[in-house]
């Protein structure tokens, strides 16, 4: 045998031992290929009800959008008529309780200050304007603007 010819000879048996090992890819490759065709049948079995499950739930859910939008408009109704029954029955109701409120602070002043301007020894008290007397009272109100 020549050179040429044992050159042949190898490369023919690391030609058979590649085809083989390719061979031998193709297979487990075809049998990864069926095995992912029947995955993705079974997925898109399983998510055909899955996405028809959903889409009923979007579609309640819509319906329960719709139903607190109305109770929100209801409930802005309710406040909108809350606020002017409220404006209502203070300007109907304030004034005047605010008017008696007044009449009975200015009536318990007046009294208030008939039984202190009253003197107690019933002697008569000398008002002198500029001037403090020596039995004049200390610690009353010091605001000028003040009619005590």
Do not use: C
């Not at 049998?31 to 079974?42: Q, S």
């Not at 997925?43 to 959008?65: C, E, F, K, M």
């Not at 409120?101 to 304007?129: H, M």
Request: charged share 20%; hydrophobic share 50%.
């Amino acid at each position: 045998m020549s050179g040429g010819e044992v050159a042949g000879i190898l490369v023919a048996v690391f030609w058979a031992i590649l085809v083989s090992f390719l061979a031998l890819v193709l297979v487990r490759l075809a049998g990864t290929l069926k095995a992912t065709t029947k995955m993705v049948a079974e997925i898109s079995d399983q998510a055909v009800p899955l996405l028809a499950d959903a889409s009923a739930t979007v579609r309640s859910a819509h319906t329960q959008l719709a139903r607190v939008d109305a109770i929100a408009a209801d409930v802005q109704e309710v406040t909108a008529n809350a606020s002017a029954l409220s404006s209502t029955v203070s300007s109907a109701f304030g004034g005047p309780l605010v008017k008696i409120a007044a009449f009975g602070y200015g009536v318990r002043r007046a009294i208030g200050k008939k039984a202190a301007a009253a003197p107690a020894d019933g002697a008569q008290r000398t008002v002198v304007i500029g001037r403090t007397l020596p039995g004049a009272r200390r610690g009353g109100r010091r605001n000028r603007r003040s009619k005590d």
